[in-house]
């Protein structure tokens, strides 16, 4: 793994497709033993977290739906604070066991904004799963759940996040230079 161009700025190696996959299949493994017999709905959180969300839920071994749901608040490299779109949720919720899946938690202003639109529809409990969190950039307390690895505040590409719209595909992931 080297240093790689996306769109016009380098990202270097920072963690790789194994290290990723170990993680994401503890991760399976402890969800399918916390919700056995909850028949828990997946919420995966569009654009970013499409491709942790399919490698995620191959690795769970209890009954479960999926949906998808989307929110955007960044411009770039930065957050914009504000959730600027939330797509449709269709699914009644009401009474669920629901597990919101992210990409990345960074000022955690989204998945505020999402936690509480969320629990007005009353579920019976709504959990969190992270593949990665900005521990040093939080800015509202948040009980995460579940999550892969906490980095530091840089920005990073791929396993599905973006840099306008670039990197998403990397099957690793690579931080800002
Ligand atoms: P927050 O509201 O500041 O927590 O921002 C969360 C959203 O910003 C995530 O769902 C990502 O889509 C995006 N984001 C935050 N940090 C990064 C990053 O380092 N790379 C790519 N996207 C990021
Ligand atoms: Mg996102």
């Known amino acids: 793994m080297d ?8 990202f270097k190696p920072f963690i790789t497709a194994d ?4 993680r994401v299949e503890e991760l399976g493994a402890r969800i399918s033993a916390d919700l056995q017999g909850r028949n828990p709905l997946f919420l995966a959180i569009l654009n970013g977290s ?8 191959r690795q ?8 998808f749901m989307r929110v955007s608040s960044y ?23 629901v597990v919101i899946i992210e990409d ?15 629990k ?11 593949l990665l969190t900005k521990p040093g950039n939080l800015q509202t307390q948040l009980d995460i759940d579940y999550c892969a690895f906490e980095i530091p505040n840089d920005f990073i ?9 670039f990197g998403r595909g990397l099957p690793e992931i690579y931080v800002v230079e």
Request: hydrophobic letters at 45%.
């Open 157 to 165: 590409v791929g396993y599905g996040l973006d840099y306008d719209g």
């Open 120 to 130: 007005a529809l009353r579920p019976a409990d709504l959990r969190i799963c992270t």
């Open 75 to 97: 411009e770039g490299m930065a957050s914009t604070g504000t959730l600027r779109e939330v797509l449709g949720l269709t699914e009644d919720i009401e009474g669920c066991t």
């Open 50 to 57: 499409f491709v942790f969300a399919a490698d995620l839920v």
């Open 104 to 118: 990345i938690i960074d000022s955690g202003l989204t998945m505020r904004s999402l936690v509480d639109s969320l």
């Open 3 to 10: 240093t790689i161009l996306v769109k016009d700025r380098y």
């Open 60 to 67: 769970v071994t209890v009954p479960f739906s999926i949906s």
């Open 19 to 22: 290290e990723i996959a170990r």
